[in-house]
């Protein structure tokens, strides 16, 4: 066969195909088209060509598919001999579903990580360079913070009782768990369903010291999901001894100390390498609950809280009875320190301020003159504390926040909660709540410097701005009214209209940020109403504005900066930025003519100062979440606010009421025995006594006509309580006896 062909033989395939009989017509064509002397001259037709390049191509694909085809089938018939059926189906199709749900769980364990990372970019050991010794203004010591200044003891030289002590109590399983002890958390689930309350914490020593290190104590489930992710990032990163010697030194332990080795030293007067079995047990007491167990505050609760700790020690077998009963029977004594009570939430907000200023001159251990008044402090903390216990359970709050500034821009108290052992979380300064009306002043200053004055008339009446239809507190429209009239009454419907016919929002937003807001404010057209979430820090640094005459860049808490040696590294008038100006002074002056009347005539009665001129507003939120009365003299500027952490809604309390009480009570004892400065634009201090009764009278005949209106608005009706009330005495007088003469009138008198 081979021989008769003439050529050599061709393996199976070599020219078989459509393709190569498709390719060998086309190249046989052209050959033909180049060698002939008839298609030489003229050349064949374009039409010849791509007909032949076409019938290629098409060979080509058909073949491509025809071989796909194939190939699909071969595959099909390989995994033909896995399929399952029955019992083992369903088990096949239960893995399957869960491989789905866990790659679409990664995906959102993912997304729910980044923003948890994110805490940890930067250097976040920084805090550690930093020591710093705080004076109040007039000199005296009132804490400290920082590591270097406590010379933390390494976890090798620490008594094995004492991490023991702390290990059987907060973590026991410290050693076994990758950041999160899901075991833990189980027995911590059913003591406290056995109990029937909260006896155990889930939260392991890692999650702690996350919290600690990145986070706050907001109780909100973004932070639980943080806290676990950054738990797991520390295990990652650091070694077991790593992260608990991080939590001892971190720790708030009561008194104002951080870290168990200034613990020790200020309860018992000794270093932690001299505690002894009782201590230690005390000490590790205090992790969870500082407040409630701190010795010089309560030390029969904290020897009671120390037995358990020795309790925790037997079980977790990490010690006999025999090894805990002389520390049971001889609990631990404390360093007499008196009522010493450190401003906390004060030098939290202090010691940030300390190391963004010590930072770029590369000092780390310092000493700290402050603008703290312990005298003011108190005075804050007392009232807060008075009207949350005295109507608190009333109002249906539960939590309040106080910053108070003297017109120099010193910042002399802050109150970020309650009790800084039970939350460390600073409502003053960190928390992010809505400021409703007490926005307001912004969108009236901007609209002073755009050429109005307070008896400008604007209407207030129904508005609409892109489907948006804000209504008034009392749902009812007053036609025209003059600027002043708008922010006394706090009209909503005014500050709209101006946003929207005459200001925007832009320059709203941009002049509450150059006032000293540093809180984030969304511009959107609800923001003029105050939706967008401001600091208690934030609404005092702003307000006081109108208290200096219209210059920003004035509040600071730290005055020196000195080494341990006495040298000043930094001074608040030598160094600091200087003020600059936002407002005009007429702006200024229309402003405060206009605010000093809202605790006269307005919503403010209530923080209205004996026989002094304030000016300020109120702000309440939507469902009253949230509280305010920011208000000022010529001498302090001072905001209040009040509500809940978990941002229920109060009974129906507005900034009116208990916030501008609040307010009265810490301004009128700040205010006794100084000179009183004019509020700028107003020239006398002092209430004009004639002015201030004609204003009272005004207002209650403006709400005599209102109520008027509204009773001839309704027929005429008897109460509910009166009917039933009738209806009674009908029946009685019908069951009741005939009786004459001289009982009749007995048996009236005794219905």
Same mark, same amino acid.
């Given at each position: 066969?081979?021989?008769?062909?003439?050529?050599?033989?061709?393996?199976?395939?070599?020219?078989?195909?459509?393709?190569?009989?498709?390719?060998?017509?086309?190249?046989?064509?052209?050959?033909?088209?180049?060698?002939?002397?008839?298609?030489?001259?003229?050349?064949?037709?374009?039409?010849?060509?791509?007909?032949?390049?076409?019938?290629?191509?098409?060979?080509?694909?058909? @073949?491509?598919?025809?071989?796909?085809?194939?190939?699909?089938?071969?595959?099909?018939?390989?995994?033909?001999?896995?399929?399952?059926?029955?019992?083992?189906?369903?088990?096949?199709?239960?893995?399957?579903?869960?491989?789905?749900?866990?790659?679409?769980?990664?995906?959102?364990?993912?997304?729910?990580?980044?923003?948890?990372?994110?805490?940890?970019?930067?250097?976040?050991?920084?805090?550690?360079?930093?020591?710093?010794?705080?004076?109040?203004?007039?000199?005296?010591?009132?804490?400290?913070?920082?590591?270097?200044?406590?010379?933390?003891?390494?976890?090798?030289?620490?008594?094995?009782?004492?991490?023991?002590?702390?290990?059987?109590?907060?973590?026991?399983?410290?050693?076994?768990?990758?950041?999160?002890?899901?075991?833990?958390?189980?027995?911590?689930?059913?003591?406290?369903?056995?109990?029937?309350?909260?006896?155990?914490?889930?939260?392991?020593?890692?999650?702690?010291?996350?919290?600690?290190?990145?986070?706050?104590?907001?109780?909100?489930?973004?932070?639980?999901?943080?806290?676990?992710?950054?738990?797991?990032?520390?295990?990652?990163?650091?070694?077991?001894?790593?992260?608990?010697?991080?939590?001892?030194?971190?720790?708030?332990?009561?008194?104002?100390?951080?870290?168990?080795?200034?613990?020790?030293?200020?309860?018992?007067?000794?270093?932690?390498?001299?505690?002894?079995?009782?201590?230690?047990?005390?000490?590790?007491?205090?992790?969870?609950?500082?407040?409630?167990?701190?010795?010089?505050?309560?030390?029969?609760?904290?020897?009671?809280?120390?037995?358990?700790?020795?309790?925790?020690?037997?079980?977790?077998?990490?010690?006999?009875?025999?090894?805990?009963?002389?520390?049971?029977?001889?609990?631990?004594?404390?360093?007499?320190?008196?009522?010493?009570?450190?401003?906390?939430?004060?030098?939290?907000?202090?010691?940030?301020?300390?190391?963004?200023?010590?930072?770029?001159?590369?000092?780390?251990?310092?000493? *700290?003159?402050?603008?703290?008044?312990?005298?003011?402090?108190?005075?804050?903390? @007392?009232?807060?504390?008075?009207?949350?216990?005295?109507?608190?359970?009333?109002?249906?709050?539960?939590?309040?926040?106080?910053?108070?500034?003297?017109?120099?821009?010193?910042?002399? *108290?802050?109150?970020?909660?309650?009790?800084?052992?039970?939350?460390?979380?600073?409502?003053?300064?960190?928390?992010?709540?809505?400021?409703?009306?007490?926005?307001?002043?912004?969108?009236?200053?901007?609209?002073?410097?755009?050429?109005?004055?307070?008896?400008?008339?604007?209407?207030?009446?129904?508005?609409?701005?892109?489907?948006?239809?804000?209504?008034?507190?009392?749902?009812?429209?007053?036609?025209?009214?003059?600027?002043?009239?708008?922010?006394?009454?706090?009209?909503?419907?005014?500050?709209?209209?101006?946003?929207?016919?005459?200001?925007?929002?832009?320059?709203?937003?941009?002049?509450?940020?150059?006032?000293?807001?540093?809180?984030?404010?969304?511009?959107?057209?609800?923001?003029?109403?105050?939706?967008?979430?401001?600091?208690?820090?934030?609404?005092?640094?702003?307000?006081?504005?109108?208290?200096?005459?219209?210059?920003?860049?004035?509040?600071?808490?730290?005055?020196?900066?000195?080494?341990?040696?006495?040298?000043?590294?930094?001074?608040?008038?030598?160094?600091?930025?200087?003020?600059?100006?936002?407002?005009?002074?007429? +702006?200024?002056?229309?402003?405060?003519?206009?605010?000093?009347?809202?605790?006269?005539?307005?919503?403010?009665?209530?923080?209205?100062?004996?026989?002094?001129?304030?000016?300020?507003?109120?702000?309440?939120?939507?469902?009253?979440?949230?509280?305010?009365?920011?208000?000022?003299?010529?001498?302090?500027?001072?905001?209040?606010?009040?509500?809940?952490?978990?941002?229920?809604?109060?009974?129906?309390?507005?900034?009116?009421?208990?916030?501008?009480?609040?307010?009265?009570?810490?301004?009128?004892? +700040?205010?006794?025995?100084?000179?009183?400065?004019?509020?700028?634009?107003?020239?006398?201090?002092?209430?004009?006594?004639?002015?201030?009764?004609? +204003?009272? @009278?005004?207002?209650?005949?403006?709400?005599?006509?209102?109520?008027?209106?509204?009773?001839?608005?309704?027929?005429?009706?008897?109460?509910? *309580?009166?009917?039933?009330?009738?209806?009674?005495?009908?029946?009685?007088?019908?069951?009741?006896?005939?009786?004459?003469?001289?009982?009749?009138?007995?048996?009236?008198?005794?219905?």
């Amino acid at each position: 066969m081979g021989k008769q062909s003439g050529g050599r033989g061709r393996a199976p395939g070599e020219d078989g195909g459509g393709a190569g009989v498709a390719q060998k017509a086309f190249v046989g064509v052209l050959g033909r088209m180049e060698k002939s002397p008839e298609t030489r001259r003229p050349k064949a037709p374009r039409a010849t060509v791509f007909l032949a390049l076409d019938a290629w191509i098409d060979s080509s694909l058909y @073949e491509a598919g025809f071989k796909a085809g194939q190939a699909w089938e071969s595959i099909t018939i390989f995994f033909r001999r896995f399929r399952v059926h029955g019992f083992k189906r369903g088990v096949f199709e239960v893995l399957s579903e869960g491989f789905t749900m866990g790659a679409a769980g990664s995906v959102v364990l993912l997304a729910l990580a980044m923003p948890a990372f994110e805490e940890t970019a930067g250097d976040w050991r920084t805090q550690d360079d930093f020591a710093v010794t705080f004076l109040d203004r007039y000199g005296n010591e009132i804490g400290r913070r920082g590591i270097i200044q406590r010379d933390a003891v390494p976890i090798d030289e620490m008594p094995d009782h004492v991490i023991k002590a702390v290990l059987a109590t907060e973590d026991r399983r410290f050693f076994e768990h990758y950041g999160i002890d899901i075991a833990g958390l189980a027995r911590a689930m059913t003591e406290n369903v056995r109990a029937n309350s909260v006896v155990q914490g889930g939260s392991s020593i890692t999650q702690q010291l996350a919290k600690n290190l990145f986070l706050s104590n907001e109780r909100t489930v973004e932070r639980k999901v943080k806290e676990a992710f950054l738990a797991i990032w520390l295990e990652t990163n650091l070694s077991k001894k790593e992260i608990l010697q991080l939590y001892l030194d971190r720790a708030y332990m009561g008194g104002g100390t951080f870290g168990i080795a200034a613990a020790a030293d200020f309860y018992f007067g000794k270093p932690v390498k001299d505690l002894n079995l009782a201590e230690a047990a005390m000490l590790a007491g205090l992790f969870k609950a500082p407040a409630k167990y701190a010795p010089h505050v309560n030390l029969p609760a904290a020897r009671a809280r120390a037995n358990q700790v020795l309790t925790n020690l037997v079980d977790a077998g990490f010690m006999t009875e025999g090894q805990v009963l002389s520390a049971r029977l001889a609990p631990a004594d404390i360093v007499d320190r008196g009522k010493q009570k450190a401003p906390d939430y004060f030098l939290d907000w202090a010691f940030d301020e300390a190391k963004r200023i010590a930072g770029p001159i590369g000092i780390r251990s310092m000493v *700290a003159k402050t603008t703290f008044d312990p005298n003011l402090e108190q005075a804050a903390e @007392e009232s807060l504390e008075y009207h949350l216990r005295q109507y608190g359970k009333e109002y249906g709050v539960s939590e309040g926040a106080i910053v108070m500034i003297e017109t120099n821009g010193a910042v002399r *108290a802050i109150v970020g909660g309650r009790d800084y052992g039970a939350s460390q979380f600073n409502r003053a300064t960190k928390a992010l709540r809505q400021t409703g009306s007490s926005f307001k002043p912004y969108v009236y200053a901007a609209a002073m410097e755009a050429g109005f004055t307070p008896k400008s008339v604007v209407s207030d009446g129904p508005i609409n701005w892109g489907g948006w239809s804000p209504k008034n507190y009392g749902r009812s429209f007053s036609g025209r009214v003059t600027l002043t009239d708008a922010l006394v009454r706090s009209i909503n419907t005014v500050p709209v209209r101006l946003a929207k016919d005459h200001l925007s929002i832009t320059p709203i937003v941009a002049l509450a940020h150059a006032m000293g807001v540093e809180s984030e404010i969304e511009p959107f057209k609800t923001s003029v109403l105050g939706t967008s979430g401001m600091t208690v820090m934030d609404q005092a640094t702003g307000y006081s504005v109108f208290a200096e005459n219209g210059m920003a860049g004035m509040r600071f808490g730290i005055s020196q900066l000195l080494t341990h040696g006495g040298e000043v590294a930094w001074d608040h008038d030598r160094d600091a930025a200087p003020p600059h100006r936002v407002l005009s002074e007429q +702006a200024v002056a229309s402003m405060n003519t206009m605010l000093v009347q809202v605790p006269e005539r307005g919503t403010a009665r209530r923080a209205a100062l004996p026989g002094i001129r304030s000016g300020g507003k109120t702000g309440t939120t939507q469902s009253y979440r949230d509280a305010w009365y920011v208000g000022f003299t010529g001498n302090y500027t001072a905001a209040v606010w009040l509500g809940n952490d978990d941002f229920t809604a109060t009974r129906n309390m507005t900034g009116g009421s208990l916030p501008a009480m609040v307010w009265q009570r810490l301004m009128a004892y +700040a205010h006794q025995n100084i000179d009183l400065k004019p509020i700028p634009g107003i020239d006398n201090p002092f209430v004009d006594a004639e002015v201030a009764a004609k +204003a009272v @009278e005004a207002e209650k005949k403006r709400e005599a006509e209102a109520e008027a209106a509204a009773a001839a608005a309704r027929p005429p009706t008897l109460s509910s *309580a009166t009917t039933r009330y009738l209806r009674d005495l009908s029946g009685l007088l019908r069951s009741a006896p005939t009786v004459t003469g001289p009982a009749e009138p007995e048996t009236l008198s005794s219905l």
